[in-house]
């Protein structure tokens, strides 16, 4: 390189700087083509006419920092119009996609809180609550019947500012996102109880931009159109508590086995805390968890001021329990049975009742315990696997129902629906119609081996009593004597007895009817026992006494007692002294009650697959069955054996304290007797079966009497 070269390139740095210019900015204002080649000298730049004086940055000129300043202005007012741009198309963006997603929804002037589903409160006689049933399970209650912090506790924990509001808090949603940033506190939502209550109304639980702009809207319609009250009362109904219980009375009711009513303030809390997560803050099920979560909602209702220094300290001394579940037992099998029978009386359940039931919480509770007991200690040793019990009041009101050993593995309810052989616990019904066809008790009958076309049937002692009265073979249970009676009056007409007392199911008229092997279930067999018991009226079994709406209105009642009498009062004074007897010296005679005339009968069936006992006095009658489900046998129980155990016990124990009362009636003590009949009754016996039309199959009517001529009316004949 020459030195011309070198001085013009040392040159060129001072042509720019002398314009006030940096090499770069001269550079970046010559085009490619007008930039000189290197070691070539740049012609000068002429100067428009007029144009100001040029001013060197080394005098002290301001032209360079004007220039920045420009620059710096026009950076920042860039920044703001396309902020001002951007935000405006986000407006319009944001505005166009809440438009689409409220085009999702119904129109306003249509919308309506939909109905909530209905419960129906299934009480026992005292009043006291045996269960819910419904989709909910529990009743609507309005904000003024519970406690005042209840829903304050509500407010307190998931929504401070609920009555400051207008549906949205972007108070709340901010202060949510900065504890969410600094992870204090745990993940929050920033939805207020309004945004709640509508996804709860309208919406479903996914998690999506587009639920939530849904949720927001109808919040706004939602304060828009109710109280803030209105909308604390419909949240208080609607939120789920987990375990199936949706709204503040089923949760009280499922947790603590108590109204929304009547809950503490440590009770209020729990419930309180427990919505954010159901199935992780249950008392029952994660109690330190939960007893933590309440911790925090009395802590936010003090420091809000909704509750005392001194009441939150007392709550936090006694926290809430869970309480054992009523009702995961027998009273379910109740409840069922109400359900089943409900929609005969009142159709469909529109809104919230209350139905009265007959059963007697502490019978139904000493018939599960004694039964489970029962089965727990011996059921294994026997092979049985289930039972049911029936208790009613001989006017048939039910007062105990026990459907099965377990409700909470078994919901088939046994007392109602499972169809079984009754065994000899039928054959009152073929003694009471040979009663009526005018034997007695005193009548005597041949105890020996029978054969109905190939089929003999035996007594269960393999033994052969002779001559014996038919209050002995009842007594014991001998199955001859039974057969030749059904067929002496023949099945049709035995058929028709069992079924004028209360028998409904299907039943086989043929010479095995008299063992008990038509089936039927245990509440239509305790149904037509209760004909002995109440004087010889049919009664049907009922178990629901009134029925109410949330408002108190009567929408059903019961009314009438059954369907008249049904048996005469002779013949029930025999076929009941016959039952005494079993109780005194017969199969029944481990199960007696002292001091109360008692009636019984027990039956089982063909390899052991059914074993009964039945019985009433004057105040209960009942029914206890073993089996199993499946028809496999037992291991020889007999209905005078664990049956009976279970029947006197839960007997004796619902009689403690009652006034012994005779059977109606009376018991039959013998009829009058002739000297010249060998001591069988004067008149009334139906002739044997050998002496029968053809058409022996109809109900037998004793001959209309004969006018006596002179000599019979003298002396009588």
């Known amino acids: 390189m020459n030195d011309r070269t070198r001085r013009a390139e040392r040159r060129e740095p001072s042509f720019a700087q002398g314009r006030g210019e940096s090499r770069d900015d001269f550079d970046m204002r010559l085009s490619d083509d007008d930039r000189p080649a290197r070691g070539h000298r740049a012609p000068p730049r002429q100067e428009p006419r007029n144009a100001p004086p040029r001013r060197d940055k080394r005098s002290g000129g301001g032209g360079g920092g004007r220039r920045r300043g420009r620059r710096g202005r ?42 909530r589903p209905p ?59 900065v504890n969410n940033l600094r992870r204090s506190g745990g993940v929050q939502g920033g939805s207020t109880l309004t945004q709640q209550l509508a996804k709860n109304l309208f919406l479903t639980q996914e998690r999506t931009a587009a639920r939530k702009i849904q949720e927001a809207i109808l919040a706004l319609w939602l304060e828009r159109t109710y109280s803030k009250d209105q909308i604390l009362e419909l949240y208080l109904n609607r939120v789920y508590f987990g375990s199936g219980a949706y709204g503040v009375e089923a949760a009280a009711q499922r947790y603590f086995n108590k109204s929304a009513r009547s809950v503490t303030i440590a009770e209020a809390a729990m419930l309180a805390g427990l919505v954010q997560a159901p ?29 005392s220094q001194a009441s939150a300290k007392t709550a936090l001394v006694a926290p809430a329990e869970a309480s054992e579940r009523v009702g995961a037992g027998s009273v379910n099998y109740a409840a069922d049975y109400v359900m089943d029978v409900l929609d005969d009386f009142i ?23 004694i039964l489970v007991e029962a089965l727990n200690a011996q059921g294994a040793k026997q092979g049985v696997g289930q039972g049911a019990v029936v208790s009613m009041a001989p006017d048939g009101a039910l007062r105990a129902l026990i459907g099965g050993r377990d409700y909470t593995k078994s919901q088939f309810n046994r007392a109602t629906a499972a169809k079984r052989q009754p065994g000899s616990s039928f054959k009152p019904f073929i003694y009471l119609t040979a009663l009526e066809h005018g034997l007695t008790p005193d009548t005597i009958r041949d105890d020996s081996p029978v054969t109905i076309k190939g089929w003999t049937p035996e007594n269960n002692s393999r033994t052969y009593r002779g001559p014996v009265t038919l209050q002995t073979a009842f007594a014991h249970s001998l199955n001859t004597i039974a057969v030749k009676l059904n067929q002496e009056v023949t099945p049709r007409e035995a058929v028709r007895t069992a079924q004028r007392l209360g028998i409904s199911s299907a039943l086989q008229a043929n010479p095995s009817l008299a063992l008990g092997t038509s089936e039927v279930t245990p509440v239509e067999l305790t149904t037509a026992y209760a004909t002995f018991a109440n004087g010889g009226q049919a ?38 002294a016959m039952f005494h007897e079993v109780m005194v ?13 008692v009636g019984g009968k027990s039956g089982t069936t063909q390899d052991f697959r059914d074993a009964w006992f039945v019985g009433f006095t004057a105040r209960l009658v009942t029914s206890v069955w073993l089996g199993n489900d499946d028809n496999s046998t037992m291991k020889r129980v007999f209905g005078s054996g664990l049956p009976a155990e279970i029947w006197a016990k839960y007997m004796r124990a619902a009689h403690a304290g009652m006034q012994p009362a005779p059977l109606p009636g009376g018991l039959w003590h013998g009829a009058p007797k002739s000297i010249f009949d060998g001591g069988a009754p004067v008149a009334g016996a139906r002739p044997p079966a050998s002496t ?6 109809r109900a037998w009517v004793p001959p ?9 009316r003298l002396f009588g004949g």
Do not use: C
């Open 74 to 115: 026009s950076f920042l007012g860039g920044l703001f119009y396309w902020t001002l741009v951007l935000g405006l198309w986000g407006v319009i963006g944001l505005g166009g996609l809440i438009a689409y997603h409220a085009a999702q929804l119904p129109p306003i002037n249509q919308l309506t809180v939909p109905k």
């Open 119 to 177: 419960n129906i409160a299934i009480l026992a006689a005292d009043g006291s609550l045996l269960a819910n049933r419904g989709e909910t399970g529990g009743r609507t209650i309005t904000i003024g019947e519970v406690p005042p912090y209840l829903p304050k506790a509500f407010v307190a924990i998931e929504d401070r500012r609920f009555y400051d509001h207008f549906g949205i808090d972007p108070v709340g949603l901010a202060r949510a996102m």
């Open 279 to 307: 199935s992780r803050l249950a008392p029952n099920r994660n109690p330190e968890a939960a007893e933590k979560r309440a911790q925090l909602v009395i802590a936010a209702m003090a420091d809000q001021g909704l509750i």
């Open 347 to 369: 159709g469909a359940v529109e809104g919230d009742v209350t139905v009265l039931t007959t059963i007697d919480p502490k019978l139904q509770a000493s018939a599960e315990t």
């Open 539 to 576: 009664v049907l079994p009922y178990v629901i006494r009134e029925v109410k709406s949330l408002s108190g209105k009567v929408i059903y009642a019961r009314k009438g007692t059954g369907f008249g009498p049904v048996v005469q009062p002779q013949t029930l004074s025999m076929i009941n």
């Open 585 to 597: 010296s017969g199969t029944g005679s481990k199960a007696n009650i002292a001091g109360w005339e």
């Open 692 to 697: 029968q039309t053809a058409d022996s199959d």
């Open 704 to 712: 209309a009497p004969q006018e006596k001529n002179f000599l019979e």
